[in-house]
């Protein structure tokens, strides 16, 4: 990021900046006569804005649904008696 700076005669230099934040706030009556804060912070994380008005999402509490176990026994494969041409089995 480039950043400027202002020595006493006002003149500018450009110089690299790492790590700036920037904050502030607003706020704002509304018709009913509430105050409406909004404050936020910019920095290398992004926008962050916070207020008791902004919407949140939800929470979802819940197990992750576990795989049913089956009991059962894998299928044997029948035994191969080889047989001669003629229909008898060959021992």
Known sequence: MQG???DSYGKA???DVMGNTNK???YWVSPEGEKVTLTWTADDAGFQPKGDH???APVHEYELP???VHEY?????PV???FNGKGYKIY
């Open 4 to 6: 400027v700076a202002y």
């Open 13 to 15: 230099t450009y110089e």
């Open 24 to 26: 502030g706030s607003s």
């Open 54 to 56: 902004l919407p949140v």
């Open 66 to 68: 576990v795989a049913p």
């Open 73 to 77: 026994e894998l299928p044997v494969a």
């Open 80 to 82: 191969h008696i080889p």
